[in-house]
């Protein structure tokens, strides 16, 4: 069985959410030039040299996680979950990115994950 690729992952969710989805890798990725891209637990997930974060899509929302986001300072008080160390932006609309907020919440974890 070959493995599943970030672009099936994405095409297997209706046009909205791959819209979103593609939008928030391209953020993703647009930060660092260093990610890795894989699928990881089912998802996209991204790491440099450890686990950063993930795109967890979903029927109605995209999830962009951070696999220690406990540990994120939250300035925009986007950050959902209640895990011991994951939390997740949930993103539902196009509208709901807001690129500046986002990419320094990837920075941020980022520069966690490096310390």
Known sequence: ????????????????IQEITVNLRQLILNTSS???EEIKWGMPSYSINKNICYLQASKNHVNLGFYHG???EDPHNLLGGTGK???????KKMEDIDEDSLKLYVKNAIQLDQS
Do not use: D
Not at 85 to 91: A, G, K, L, T
């Open 1 to 16: 069985m070959s493995k599943e690729s970030v672009e099936q992952y994405i095409e297997k969710h209706p046009k909205n």
């Open 85 to 91: 160390q994951m939390r997740h932006i949930r993103v």
């Open 70 to 72: 406990a540990q994120l």
């Open 34 to 36: 260093e990610w890795t």
